[in-house]
């Protein structure tokens, strides 16, 4: 026979239900990092944001949308299953590590195309809730300290996202000189509101984005599919303005399959404002603004259209609404 607990409080907060959906907390994106001691830095990752949550023998997985994508990570899910705990939530990303360490985007869609998910990594970042106990209002690193407690023992592909306390600047240019995506700077006595605020800034070293897909252009020569996508993005004042053609960076089999999807979409008329004197080679196929790409690329040209732009992978976890640039400011984006 299971001794009910001495300890009332505990036992009531073991059987809490969790909040049928919890906002997650979104960075600002910044030029430079902070050096303050004020600040923690994080690598940060490319994948797919995501929460853990654990009720018991039952783990799910859902995105900053509140996607349920359980199925699309049965191993990940198994594995914080065995952790047996009652509402509990972990806040982290899902990604594709190299040998090297470094997480992909492209690796990532290519081992879920595939279905070749047992290898993928949860890096937990943050801990909201823990055996039924509200841990939101708690500061920033006393989250971290219970979570490294909560994972020391959890199994490979579980894993905590490291960080350092003051340095950012430093740490930055690391991340630069590694060719990763960036660092995260989060104030370590912040607490979690689920909204987006300046207690979390992200600053990239390389130019990735998504962007709204608005159109796709015919196959020339040999290739199939489609020849390439036309993408834009939310101006603040609700507009969508085009940003370039993104012509490289696709499998074959994705040009094929994803040209269906998108012929599923199609629509008379662009949903965009084109730049005056827009000239397309091949002819150009309208689509309504329902999926998001990512997207690397040089730099922004004068007139606000991607230099030498290559496709990374699709944005499923995210709303193209969320996708708002501020023309004045290339570099000014929203998560």
Same mark, same amino acid.
């Given at each position: 026979?299971?001794?009910?607990?001495?300890?009332?409080?505990?036992?009531?907060?073991?059987?809490?239900? @969790?909040?049928?959906?919890?906002?997650?907390?979104?960075?600002? @994106?910044?030029?430079?990092?902070?050096?303050?001691?004020?600040?923690?830095?994080?690598?940060?990752?490319?994948?797919?944001?995501?929460?853990?949550?654990?009720?018991?023998?039952?783990?799910?997985?859902?995105?900053?949308?509140?996607?349920?994508?359980?199925?699309?990570?049965?191993?990940?899910?198994?594995?914080?299953?065995?952790?047996?705990?009652?509402?509990?939530?972990?806040?982290?990303?899902?990604?594709?590590?190299?040998?090297?360490?470094?997480?992909?985007?492209?690796?990532?869609?290519?081992?879920?195309?595939?279905?070749?998910?047992?290898?993928?990594?949860?890096?937990?970042?943050?801990?909201?809730?823990?055996?039924?106990?509200?841990?939101?209002?708690?500061?920033?690193?006393?989250?971290?300290?219970?979570?490294?407690?909560?994972?020391?023992?959890?199994?490979?592909?579980?894993?905590?996202?490291?960080?350092?306390?003051?340095?950012?600047?430093?740490?930055?240019?690391?991340?630069?000189?590694?060719?990763?995506?960036?660092?995260?700077?989060?104030?370590?006595?912040?607490?979690?509101?689920?909204?987006?605020?300046?207690?979390?800034?992200?600053?990239?070293?390389?130019?990735?984005?998504?962007?709204?897909?608005?159109?796709?252009?015919?196959?020339?020569?040999?290739?199939?599919?489609?020849?390439?996508?036309?993408?834009?993005?939310?101006?603040?004042?609700?507009?969508?303005?085009?940003?370039?053609?993104?012509?490289?960076?696709?499998?074959?089999?994705?040009?094929?399959?994803?040209?269906?999807? @998108?012929?599923?979409?199609?629509?008379?008329?662009?949903?965009?404002?084109?730049?005056?004197?827009?000239?397309?080679?091949?002819?150009?196929?309208?689509?309504?603004?329902?999926?998001?790409?990512?997207?690397?690329?040089?730099?922004?040209?004068?007139?606000?259209?991607?230099?030498?732009?290559?496709?990374?992978?699709?944005?499923?976890?995210?709303?193209?609404?969320?996708?708002?640039?501020?023309?004045?400011?290339?570099?000014?984006?929203?998560?």
């Amino acid at each position: 026979m299971v001794k009910p607990s001495s300890n009332p409080k505990k036992a009531e907060r073991a059987v809490a239900s @969790l909040p049928s959906q919890i906002p997650v907390e979104l960075a600002t @994106l910044e030029e430079e990092a902070p050096d303050s001691d004020d600040f923690l830095h994080e690598i940060k990752f490319d994948g797919y944001r995501m929460l853990a949550r654990l009720e018991g023998s039952t783990a799910r997985l859902i995105t900053r949308r509140d996607q349920d994508w359980t199925a699309r990570f049965p191993e990940l899910a198994a594995a914080f299953s065995k952790f047996g705990l009652q509402g509990t939530v972990l806040d982290g990303e899902i990604v594709k590590l190299a040998e090297n360490g470094i997480s992909s985007f492209a690796a990532l869609q290519d081992a879920l195309s595939k279905e070749q998910t047992a290898d993928l990594t949860y890096v937990a970042f943050d801990l909201l809730f823990l055996d039924g106990e509200d841990l939101r209002g708690l500061p920033l690193e006393e989250r971290k300290r219970r979570l490294s407690k909560l994972l020391a023992v959890a199994p490979e592909t579980i894993r905590v996202s490291e960080y350092r306390t003051g340095g950012g600047k430093a740490l930055y240019q690391r991340a630069c000189q590694l060719r990763l995506e960036g660092i995260i700077s989060k104030r370590r006595d912040s607490v979690y509101r689920g909204t987006r605020s300046d207690d979390w800034l992200k600053v990239k070293c390389l130019n990735t984005e998504e962007f709204i897909i608005i159109g796709y252009t015919e196959p020339q020569r040999s290739r199939v599919g489609f020849g390439a996508l036309l993408v834009g993005y939310y101006t603040p004042g609700g507009e969508i303005r085009f940003a370039g053609k993104v012509g490289t960076g696709y499998s074959r089999e994705f040009l094929i399959d994803f040209q269906k999807r @998108l012929e599923r979409i199609e629509q008379a008329n662009p949903t965009a404002v084109l730049p005056k004197g827009t000239y397309m080679r091949a002819k150009v196929h309208w689509v309504k603004p329902r999926l998001l790409a990512q997207v690397e690329f040089t730099e922004w040209t004068r007139d606000r259209i991607l230099r030498h732009p290559s496709f990374l992978g699709l944005r499923e976890d995210k709303d193209p609404r969320e996708v708002v640039i501020d023309t004045g400011s290339p570099n000014s984006v929203s998560e």
